[in-house]
Nanobody, 112 residues
Framework: QVHFVEFGGGSVQPGGSLRLSCVAS????????MAWYRQRPGNQREVVAS???????NYVDSVKGRFTISRDNVRNTLSLQMNSLKPEDTGVYYC??????WGQGIQVTVSS
């Protein structure tokens, strides 16, 4: 059974940056599509960025140009570089491995 360890979250002012990482054990990243989801306060969990087995990224429109998703298949690590953060980026971010594996979530707070 795959187990994820997520780290890199925290609190930052608007315009700041954070880098989230997700390290998996008991799994090989090479054969799975991966994604970062988030759940903003009062909202449903939604996909923010995804990356397929061919390293092709996709982003929700609200984060395009600000966030970058990447994967390291040797170290079994999924990352999300978040720049120019906005208050509406606040939420709990979840590492996801298709089709049904999830990290426990990590808090990101953007406030003045």
């Amino acid at each position: 059974q795959v187990h994820f360890v997520e780290f890199g979250g925290g609190s930052v002012q608007p315009g700041g940056s954070l880098r989230l990482s997700c390290v998996a054990s008991g799994s090989d990243f090479r054969f799975y599509d991966m994604a970062w989801y988030r759940q903003r306060p009062g909202n449903q969990r939604e996909v923010v960025a995804s990356i397929d087995i061919g390293q092709r990224p996709n982003y929700v429109d609200s984060v395009k140009g600000r966030f970058t998703i990447s994967r390291d298949n040797v170290r079994n690590t999924l990352s999300l570089q978040m720049n120019s953060l906005k208050p509406e980026d606040t939420g709990v971010y979840y590492c996801h491995r298709a089709p049904d594996s999830w990290g426990q979530g990590i808090q990101v707070t953007v406030s003045s």
